[in-house]
């Protein structure tokens, strides 16, 4: 059995990797009393009376969505909200495993901006934390800006920090095996993706002094370029990459330390 045949069968078996179990027991009249009707509206009532207790009385304090449009799933591009789920589910697997945190997938059926940004407010209530995850850039850089200045819980895109924070801390270790100093190095992106500029901008936060060389599928990010869109603008005008180089990714690549792609 192939790998692919693997993973589709265990898909299969387990009509996906998550579900939900009470954290109570339900055996009796009063344990459902308790945890549903009548009991269960003093909770409510305590917090309409302070809201801040909702994080005592309900699974908000530990609870975090996985929110996706499928438009930039792993190397399987913009496949759809349906076709994302396994990956969510896959995350929210993780979320459960490695830190004790229960995370549901939230697939959305729209592209739009200010959609998705409305649907998340709108759910935050339930919610802990919001774990953007697979939405296309530049559109994700938005939503997650928006969001966090209007939501009161945290919100992070993944393919951004989560990916940043790895990439960094190997790169610290790997600097320390070859006796490199970050500052002095130079360092070759390829793709300036959600996860490629977040990379960037984490990089030259620890490391002001790293000289950083950005490629996309049309060649080196320059000064000189017409065809950037206003995301690659900010990176060279905030000096986080170099915009002083022409060419493609060979002529990047010569004299350079680190390659990251």
Same mark, same amino acid.
């Given at each position: 059995?192939?790998?692919? !045949?693997?993973?589709?069968a265990?898909?299969?078996?387990?009509? @996906?990797?998550?579900?939900?179990?009470?954290?109570?027991i339900?055996?009796?009249?009063?344990?459902?009393?308790?945890?549903?009707?009548?009991?269960?509206?003093?909770?409510?009532? &305590?917090?309409? $009376?302070? +809201?801040?207790?909702?994080? $005592?009385?309900t699974? +908000?304090?530990?609870?975090?969505?996985?929110?996706?449009? @499928?438009? =930039?799933?792993? %190397?399987? @591009?913009?496949? @759809?909200?349906?076709? &994302?789920?396994?990956?969510?589910?896959?995350?929210a697997?993780?979320?459960?495993?490695f =830190?004790? /945190?229960?995370?549901?997938?939230?697939?959305?059926?729209?592209?739009?901006?200010?959609?998705?940004?409305?649907? /998340?407010?709108?759910?935050?209530?339930g919610?802990?934390?919001?774990?953007?995850?697979?939405?296309?850039?530049?559109?994700?850089?938005?939503? !997650?800006?928006?969001?966090?200045? !209007?939501?009161?819980?945290?919100?992070?895109?993944?393919?951004?920090?989560?990916? =940043?924070?790895?990439?960094?801390? %190997?790169?610290?270790? =790997?600097?320390?095996?070859? +006796?490199?100093?970050?500052?002095?190095?130079?360092?070759?992106?390829?793709?300036?993706?959600?996860? %490629?500029?977040?990379?960037?901008?984490l990089?030259?936060?620890?490391?002001?002094?790293?000289?950083?060389?950005?490629?996309?599928?049309?060649?080196?990010?320059? +000064?000189?370029?017409?065809?950037?869109?206003?995301?690659?603008?900010?990176?060279?005008?905030?000096?986080?990459?170099?915009?002083?180089?022409?060419?493609?990714?060979?002529?990047?690549?010569?004299?350079?330390?680190?390659?990251?792609?």
């Amino acid at each position: 059995m192939s790998k692919n !045949e693997k993973a589709i069968a265990l898909h299969k078996k387990h009509h @996906g990797k998550i579900s939900v179990e009470p954290k109570v027991i339900l055996e009796t009249r009063e344990d459902l009393a308790l945890a549903y009707t009548p009991g269960v509206a003093a909770a409510c009532t &305590a917090i309409k $009376e302070d +809201k801040a207790k909702v994080y $005592e009385l309900t699974t +908000k304090r530990n609870t975090v969505a996985v929110v996706t449009d @499928g438009s =930039a799933v792993l %190397g399987l @591009g913009d496949i @759809g909200p349906e076709a &994302a789920m396994p990956v969510m589910e896959g995350k929210a697997a993780i979320f459960k495993r490695f =830190a004790g /945190v229960d995370a549901f997938p939230i697939c959305l059926d729209t592209k739009d901006t200010e959609q998705i940004i409305e649907t /998340v407010k709108n759910i935050a209530p339930g919610f802990g934390g919001i774990n953007l995850e697979d939405i296309a850039a530049p559109r994700c850089f938005e939503i !997650e800006k928006q969001l966090q200045k !209007e939501l009161d819980i945290p919100v992070m895109h993944d393919d951004q920090h989560g990916t =940043a924070v790895v990439v960094l801390a %190997g790169l610290i270790t =790997a600097s320390k095996i070859a +006796k490199k100093n970050l500052e002095k190095c130079r360092v070759v992106i390829s793709g300036v993706g959600a996860a %490629g500029i977040a990379i960037a901008k984490l990089l030259k936060a620890y490391a002001p002094s790293v000289e950083i060389i950005a490629v996309d599928s049309k060649g080196i990010i320059s +000064k000189g370029r017409k065809d950037l869109n206003a995301t690659k603008v900010s990176l060279l005008a905030g000096n986080i990459i170099s915009g002083n180089n022409d060419g493609n990714l060979a002529s990047a690549m010569k004299g350079s330390d680190i390659f990251l792609g």
